[in-house]
């Protein structure tokens, strides 16, 4: 399983740094929340950033776009670096012509839904798509709490997959809430990748935080 620190609750301050202490930690992903003050209450950074710490690490960028209508400035992410482009289910009405424009550009797509829409509503795109990201907590904030029955929704993708292999390929991520207690659970529902901001960047070690994740 793979673990990819957001860097939501890092300090912005020394972002470059709070990158590298985590790469050096074990992370396997690097997680970023772009949030547009509208599709979510809050606001964090955009492509600007991302352009500055592409240089500063290898690691994959996972990026989570919590913004409406994703499409007008996709490109913008893919020119900046991004290897991963996860857009939500109920920011857009192009999701098929997304899910193309990233396919051509050779890199990652990715579909994420809030914790009220049913799983059932993008069965039809998971063909199509190389992740799915669910989330464990309402989007918008780091540090609130798990929300337990989420894990229905992956275990319905686990066995989804499991009994299509052939034309199911995604991989199964979990956003929101992730700590030491719950990562078991989390580990045998049959999430592939779990993201973790604040239960990492509240820790003095990181590499300690990461490893009690990977276990
Ligand atoms: C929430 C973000 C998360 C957030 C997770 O909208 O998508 O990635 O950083 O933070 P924690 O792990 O603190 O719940
Ligand atoms: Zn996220």
Redesign the pocket.
Known sequence: MKVAP?I??ADFSRLGEEINAIENGGADWL?L?V?DGNF?P?LTFGPPVIKCLRPNTSLFFDV?L?ISTPETLLQDFLDVGADLITIHYEATQKIDEIIEIIKKSGKKIGISIKPNTPIGTIKNLLDKIDLILV?S????????K?MPEMLEKVKKLKAWRDNNPENYHYLIEI?????NENILEVKKAGVDVV??????FKRSNYKAAISSLHQ
């Open positions: 957001s939501l609750s997680h929340d949030m979510v809050n989570h919590m989330m907590v309402e989007p918008g904030w780091g540090g609130q798990f956003d929101g809430g992730i700590n993201v973790a901001g604040s239960y990492i």
